[in-house]
């Protein structure tokens, strides 16, 4: 039989098991975010939920303020003349200081 109902594979759940233990990872991650910084998130939650969702958008942000300050990071070099140099330093602060005003709002 080339075709067996019994045996098929079953993606649904490996997709979803993948899903769920991201989210999982994305809060402990957040977390530990927020107990580096005194449980900012958690104490000044209004409810459980709330401070949940903080700390998966700390967490959202903080991998995203990490992976674009390495791409910005990673186009600088030591041979590049200096006014190169300094427009990548003020790329990078500039994006280091929009993703603190955007974590700051939210």
């Known amino acids: ?28 991650f957040g977390f530990l975010i927020d107990l580096f910084s005194g449980f900012y998130v958690l104490t000044h939650a209004k409810s459980i939920y709330a401070g949940l969702a903080g700390l998966l958008i700390v967490a959202i942000f903080y991998l995203i303020g990490e992976s674009g300050s390495e791409w910005i990071g990673g186009k ?19 994006f280091a200081g929009l993703v603190l005003a955007i974590m700051w709002f939210v």
């Open 76 to 94: 600088d070099d030591i041979t590049h003349p200096l006014y190169k140099r300094a427009f990548h330093l003020l790329v990078l602060l500039l």
């Open 1 to 28: 039989m080339p075709f067996d109902i019994d045996k098929q594979p079953a993606k649904s759940t490996s997709i979803l098991r993948a899903l769920l233990l991201s989210i999982i990872i994305l809060f402990a």
